[in-house]
C-alpha cells in the first residue's frame, strides 16, 4: 500500500525523490510591505508560534507552512491564505498567538473531519473573500467593478495627485481658510483645523494647491460646497463635511476638464484594490 502511495519525482539530476502530497498549505504574510510593520502602526505578525504550533502539531507534512512576503491583499495587513483540499481561505488581521492557534484548531478539525468546513468563533470575523471564484463569506454579492470596467472595455488610467502639495505663501492658504465661512466653514477646534483622517488633510491641500495653479476661482469651489452641503442637509440625516468637500473637488476638476470621470474612477479604484499606497 505504501509503495503505491509514493509520490516519485525525478529531479534535473536523474534523481528519483518522494514528494509528500499535503492535504493543505498554509501561507503567511510575515514580511510585506503592511504585515507586522509596527513601525508603520500594524500589528506585530505571531511568527513565532505560527512555526511553533506547526512543529508542535507534527503538520509537517500534512498542512505546510510558508512565511513570507505580500500575499496581496495589503489593506487588511497580517493577512493569512489556508489552502485545503483545493479550497481557499483568507484571513485578516490575525494579530495575536491565540488566533494563531485558532487557525491551527481550525486546520485539526478539518483533519478530523476529513473535509474543508467553515472556520468558527472569532476567526469566522476574519474570513473574506480574495479570490475572483469565490462567494464572499456573507453571501452578499461581490461588487467589482474593475471586472465590470474591463468588460465593457475600458482602458486603465493612471492618474493621480498624490503628489500634489500646498505651494507658495502660507498667507494665501491662510486667506482661502478665511473666505470659508457660513455653511462652508472647515472644522475647527480652538481656532485650529481638524483633519480626522489622513486624507482629509491630503484632499484640503490639493484644492488649495489647484486654486493656486490657476485650475479654478476659489469662490467658484466655496459656491459648489455650499450647495452640496445645502443638498445633504435637505436629505437629512448625518454627513461628512470632508466627503462632500471630496465630491464637491472631484465634480469641478471633472467640469473643468483637467480630469475625466473614468481617470477619477480608476485612481478610486486603485486605492480601493490595494494598488496604490496610502502615504501618511
Known sequence: MYDRSRNIVVRPDG?????ARYRGQLFVCASGCCCGRTEDGFAAVPAETFHHEWERRRLRNVVHLSMGGCLGPCALANVALLIFDGQAQWFHSIDSDDQARALYDHVERMLEADTVLPPGGELAARLFTASSWQPRPDGRPVDDARIWRAARGHTQCGT????VTVGGDALTVERVVAAMRGPAALPRRNGE????EPWQGRVFGMAVALHEQGAYEWEEFRQALIGRIAAA?????????????LATFEALLEAK???TRDELDETTYQFEFGERDEVF
Not at 160 to 163: A, C, L, R
Not at 193 to 196: I, K, M, N, P, T
Open 193 to 196: 483645523l481638524v483633519f480626522e
Open 257 to 259: 476638464g483637467v480630469v
Open 160 to 163: 493621480s495627485f498624490s503628489g
Open 15 to 19: 534523481r528519483r525523490v518522494n514528494v
Open 233 to 245: 442637509e435637505r436629505r437629512g440625516g448625518p454627513f461628512a463635511y470632508f466627503e462632500i468637500w
